[in-house]
């Protein structure tokens, strides 16, 4: 089961703040309903719901997933243009040093 296999272990903070909530809620859903010994609270969640609940949360994984990638997309970009700034900063920093003979 994705939920317990991927995504069970994730803490709300681990995420960016405009995921967290979503999140929360998601899991909230997972931990609704008591299980049977031979199960999890998740499995037992998910036992319980209508198809419509189902389809909703699924909706919301995938959200969250492409929000998450998003995320981690630009973070990706600014820390490259960041790093290209530094680059040249420092190599302009080195320009400027006299070199001594």
Same mark, same amino acid.
């Given at each position: 089961m994705a939920w317990l296999?991927?995504?069970?272990? #994730?803490?709300?903070?681990?995420?960016? +703040?405009?995921l967290r909530q979503d999140f929360i809620e998601? *899991?909230? $859903?997972?931990?609704? *309903?008591n299980p049977l010994p031979s199960e999890t609270a998740p499995q037992a969640s #998910?036992? !319980?719901m209508?198809?419509?609940? $189902? $389809?909703v949360h699924a909706h919301t994984i #995938?959200?969250?997933y492409s929000r998450l990638v998003l995320h981690e997309s630009v973070s990706k970009q600014l820390s490259a !243009?960041? +790093?290209? !700034?530094?680059?040249t900063k420092s190599r302009e920093l080195a320009d400027s040093v006299p070199m001594v003979n």
């Open positions: 296999e991927h995504l069970d272990m #994730i803490s709300p903070c681990e995420l960016p +703040g405009n998601l *899991r909230k $859903a997972m931990y609704t *309903r #998910i036992r !319980k209508s198809s419509n609940e $189902a $389809a #995938i959200l969250l !243009k960041e +790093g290209a !700034k530094s680059v």
